[in-house]
């Protein structure tokens, strides 16, 4: 299954059928689950289910968590919705895993009145622990509890006992729930002297876990030797380390035997994605063994995902193709490639039926929460009702400049059909192109509002040039401009 995000956040999805040459069904309109439409960690979790279905748990802005359902049987379809409610407490990470046909959720929630956007790392955050029933909704109490610092949360469940693992000061802590929700004591895997990289996904082997990582034992060194760190998390251990096994490149992702890729690998073997002389490949980790074992398959140089298939010596890459043409909205992909290759099965892949997903829209998914709408009343945004008395003075300035010095007036400031320049911003409350959607991650022009209310110098910027503003009365006027570098 392909997923990527297109406008306002909305997610598609595509089927490919295993030892397929080419695409026989179309892209289905799932609908909006996380807010905005950024990098792939902020898109939502797929899990796959026994039954051979495929849920999604996505984050919203306010902190909801939303659910949807894929599935070829209709009545087990549920369409895009909040599974858990908002909470006052900004979410810090989240992640999911197969629970039966149920789906266990852990979110790590900051300390109220926490930002996000703060350098000051969070301490006492709140973890909790939500199990999901097949269709989205509560199926039991939730667990929750205090603990000093916890971001990057991981989840595996494994037979009856859940594995929970989250990075804090420098170390990954881990700790276990049971059936009869009865929590371990937490426990470090000290890093040393290293530095562990992006957590792997959590995946099992009976009544254990195992967590992965990237690792390298000084990353201020010029040469460094890549290495993959991992540990076997067995129930009730007392002392937990990290093993390490060197890998011939860097690290770019680390891609797992759990519920969703159970199609390859056996339950201690995973795939690594590495870069080898600037070329991208797979290599074959088997982790009771320690050994590594490379693919001769040679993957795109440019891609944003490659899964493995038939044990990594097969692969479907998808990347995300943005056409920069000043027709094309840069913020959009203006297509998505699939690229299938290496071994494919011996049997002509069978067509598969669009109808697996329900489109669905989620009231006010980009609601902001709390803090979210502390840090918007510090700013006065274009298309605001103050906003109107900054835009006039910076016309009538960019009028006034023109009739004095026509050559002085530079385009980055008073170019009316320039999406780079400061006028065409504050008069279109972007810097896209006239012909693109508006983004959620376009960058809305805004000024500081204690600065505003005081109406002495409101500074106005984008890139390297700024515009400052001053009050005369009940109107602004330019009072100073200035780019950095001349």
């Given at each position: ?133 097949p269709s989205g909704d509560s199926a039991g109490a939730s667990l929750r509890w205090q603990t000093r610092q916890a971001y990057a949360p991981r989840i595996a469940r494994c037979e009856n006992l859940r594995f929970l693992a989250w990075e804090s000061m420098g170390d990954v802590v881990v700790s276990t729930v ?53 540990v076997k998390l067995p129930e009730g251990a007392s002392r937990l380390a990290w093993q390490k096994v060197k890998l011939p490149g860097q690290t770019r992702d680390i891609l797992l035997n759990d519920g969703a890729l159970s199609a390859y690998g056996t339950a201690t073997q995973l795939i690594v994605e590495i ?195 001053a009050r005369d009365g009940a109107t602004m006027h330019v009072a100073d401009s200035e780019c950095s570098g001349e």
């Amino acid at each position: 299954m392909a997923l990527w995000a297109a406008e306002n956040g909305v997610l598609w999805a595509q089927r490919v059928p295993r030892g397929a040459r080419a695409l026989s069904s179309v892209a289905t309109k799932v609908g909006q689950l996380t807010t905005g439409t950024g990098p792939r960690n902020e898109q939502p979790i797929a899990i796959a289910l026994p039954s051979g279905d495929l849920a999604l748990v996505g984050l919203l802005a306010n902190g909801r968590i939303s659910f949807a359902r894929g599935s070829t049987v209709r009545a087990r379809r549920v369409a895009p919705k909040v599974a858990i409610p908002t909470n006052e407490r900004e979410v810090l990470g989240f992640d999911a895993t197969a629970s039966g046909e149920n789906i266990d959720v852990v979110i790590v929630r900051g300390p109220v009145g926490y930002e996000s956007m703060s350098r000051k790392p969070p301490e006492n955050v709140e973890i909790e622990l939500v199990t999901l029933g097949p269709s989205g909704d509560s199926a039991g109490a939730s667990l929750r509890w205090q603990t000093r610092q916890a971001y990057a949360p991981r989840i595996a469940r494994c037979e009856n006992l859940r594995f929970l693992a989250w990075e804090s000061m420098g170390d990954v802590v881990v700790s276990t729930v049971s059936s009869e929700a009865e929590r371990s004591a937490e426990r470090i895997v000290s890093t040393g002297r290293g530095s562990v990289g992006k957590l792997s996904r959590m995946f099992c082997q009976d009544r254990a876990a195992w967590l992965a990582a990237s690792w390298q034992r000084d990353p201020f060194a010029s040469e460094n030797t890549n290495e993959l760190a991992f540990v076997k998390l067995p129930e009730g251990a007392s002392r937990l380390a990290w093993q390490k096994v060197k890998l011939p490149g860097q690290t770019r992702d680390i891609l797992l035997n759990d519920g969703a890729l159970s199609a390859y690998g056996t339950a201690t073997q995973l795939i690594v994605e590495i870069q080898q002389k600037q070329m991208p490949q797979f290599v074959r980790v088997d982790l009771q063994a320690q050994k590594v074992a490379s693919s001769r398959l040679v993957l795109p140089w440019s891609h944003d995902t490659c899964l493995p298939v038939s044990n990594g010596s097969g692969a479907v890459c998808a990347n995300a193709v943005r056409d920069e043409s000043a027709t094309v909205c840069p913020n959009l992909p203006s297509r998505v490639d699939l690229t299938l290759l290496g071994e494919t099965s011996t049997a002509p892949a069978a067509a598969l039926s669009a109808e697996f997903w329900t489109h669905g829209s989620i009231a006010d998914a980009d609601a902001p929460n709390t803090a979210a709408r502390a840090r918007r009343a510090k700013r006065v945004y274009c298309g605001d009702a103050d906003w109107k008395v900054l835009r006039e003075a910076l016309a009538t300035w960019c009028a006034s400049q023109a009739k004095a010095d026509p050559t002085r007036v530079r385009e980055v400031y008073c170019a009316s059909d320039k999406e780079y320049s400061l006028l065409y911003q504050a008069t279109k409350c972007t810097n896209l192109p006239a012909a693109c959607p508006a983004s959620k991650l376009s960058l809305t022009p805004s000024v500081d509002r204690a600065e505003f209310d005081e109406g002495q110098r409101i500074e106005l910027s984008y890139m390297n040039c700024s515009v400052w503003f001053a009050r005369d009365g009940a109107t602004m006027h330019v009072a100073d401009s200035e780019c950095s570098g001349e």
